[in-house]
Nanobody, 117 residues
Framework: QVEITESGGGLVEPGGSLRLSCAAT????????ISWHRQVPGQQRERVAY???????EYADSVEGRFTISRDNAKATMYLQMNALLPNDTAVYYC???????????WGKGTLVTVSS
């Protein structure tokens, strides 16, 4: 059973940066589409960044130009670099890996990011 686990969340001041990591127990990221999602209590989970196996990326309008998704296949780790953070970026962030071929997907358990002064 594959597990993926986020790390790197915490408290940061507005305008600051954080890098989230998501490590897999098996090296799957080279053949799985990957994405980062976030959820605020009482609201729907939203996708903020996506990377196809080809390397093509997509971002939510709210984070375009500030967040960057990446992966290191050799380390079985994916990342979300977050810059110019805003209080509205406060949420629990989740990583996800999905294989389009068969629909198998894995979710991390989430890491809390709090942007506050």
């Amino acid at each position: 059973q594959v597990e993926i686990t986020e790390s790197g969340g915490g408290l940061v001041e507005p305008g600051g940066s954080l890098r989230l990591s998501c490590a897999a127990t098996t090296n799957i990221f080279s053949i799985y589409d990957i994405s980062w999602h976030r959820q605020v209590p009482g609201q729907q989970r939203e996708r903020v960044a996506y990377m196809h196996t080809s390397g093509r990326t997509e971002y939510a309008d709210s984070v375009e130009g500030r967040f960057t998704i990446s992966r290191d296949n050799a380390k079985a780790t994916m990342y979300l670099q977050m810059n110019a953070l805003l209080p509205n970026d406060t949420a629990v962030y989740y990583c996800k890996a999905k294989r389009i071929l068969n629909g198998v997907e894995y979710w991390g358990k989430g890491t809390l990011v709090t942007v506050s002064s």
